[in-house]
Nanobody, 127 residues
């Protein structure tokens, strides 16, 4: 059974940090593009950060550049999102997703079709 499971969300104060994990089962992440997406109440889902399977090239939304870092551990079949200097506007449900579609350039990674999605993990940034 193909599954993606996120973990690591929670409540954190502004300026704090969290590390989200995305564990895959039922398939191997190695050659998939992995994306982290988020959706806040009343807002559309947005691509936060993605990593290409073929070469590890990454994409970051402008709003998180310099604060978030995506990484993957193929041996553990997992992808991580390290989030530093969190802001209240980062509050959302965060989802990881896997795509077998190619992306010619990293900037297109949020727009390719994603085949598998996790159930999401809540991140709340509040004092």
């Amino acid at each position: 059974q193909v599954q993606l499971v996120e973990s690591g969300g929670g409540l954190v104060q502004p300026g704090g940090s969290l590390r989200l994990s995305c564990a895959a089962s039922g398939f191997t992440l190695d050659y998939y593009a992995i994306g982290w997406f988020r959706q806040a109440p009343g807002k559309e889902r947005e691509g936060v950060s993605c990593i290409r399977g073929s070469d590890g090239n990454t994409y970051y939304a402008d709003s998180v550049k310099g604060r978030f870092t995506i990484s993957r551990d193929n041996a553990k079949n997992a992808v991580y999102l390290r989030m530093n200097n969190l802001k209240p506007e980062d509050t959302a449900v965060y989802y990881c997703a896997a795509s077998g579609s190619p992306a010619l350039r990293a900037k297109f990674l949020p727009t390719i079709p994603y085949d598998y999605w996790g159930q999401g993990t809540q991140v709340t940034v509040s004092s």
